[in-house]
Each structure stands twice: as C-alpha cells, then as structure tokens.
C-alpha cells in the first residue's frame, strides 16, 4: 500500500502537558459559560483544551484564564471526545494578546502578530 506520511503545518514547537484553566466565552446557542478546562497541547500561540461541556465552533473566540493571566483565543476546530459528552478544542491565541503559558514554554513571545497568528483588536473579555 505505501508508506502513510503524516504532515505538520505548525510553525512552532507543542508542548505536552496538562494544565488547568477556566475558559469562557459564548457558546453555540448564545449562551454564555465560564467552566473549568484542561490544556494538554500548548505552544506559545494555541493549545489543545479538553473537557468543555459549551458547544463552540470554528471562529467563535473564547478568553482563557491560566494562572491570574488571561488572553483572547480563536476557535480552529471542535469535535466531541470518544466519549460523546465533553468538546475538544483547538485554539489560536489572537494577537496582541500575551501567551498566559509562555514561562512554562521558556521561549521568548515575539513582538507584533507574527506568521499565523490573527490581529483582532475590536474584541475584548
């Protein structure tokens, strides 16, 4: 059949880890939520958050809270866990808003919006 090659468009190195936060934001109905999350896949500009019970779609923005820090983040994907009962996440931190994980990255955040990374200034938590 082939060798499968497998293809990685991130332009920075991820973290495993698995770090406790609270995000909120609104979700697919409207609604507002602010909940306890996990963050299992970091890099200094998105993350992998597991156990939201709030639907969310690509695009939707969130704020997340790590540590006393918070930043605005973008929705890429969403899909329910293997379970079918919790949403995982993958986000995009936006622009010029300060990675809340960056000390645990130990690697300097760049000035300005970067390659990939989207400048959204009208929004604010």
């Not at 995000?23 to 890099?43: N, P, V």
Request: with cysteine; charged share 30%.
């Amino acid at each position: 059949m082939g060798n499968l090659r497998t293809f990685d468009r991130r332009r920075e190195p991820r973290t495993i880890t698995d770090l406790p936060l609270q995000a909120w934001g609104i979700d697919t109905r409207g609604e507002r939520f602010l909940q306890e999350a996990r963050a299992r896949d970091i890099s200094l500009s998105g993350a992998l958050l597991f156990g939201l019970d709030a639907d969310l779609r690509s695009g939707d923005v969130i704020g997340i809270l790590y540590r006393g820090r918070k930043a605005r983040f973008r929705v890429i994907w969403s899909r329910y866990d293997e379970g079918g009962e919790k949403m995982q996440v993958a986000v995009h931190r936006i622009a010029p808003d300060t990675c809340p994980w960056q000390d645990l990255l130990g690697e300097p955040q760049r000035e300005g919006p970067g390659p990939g990374i989207a400048s959204e200034n009208s929004i604010s938590l």
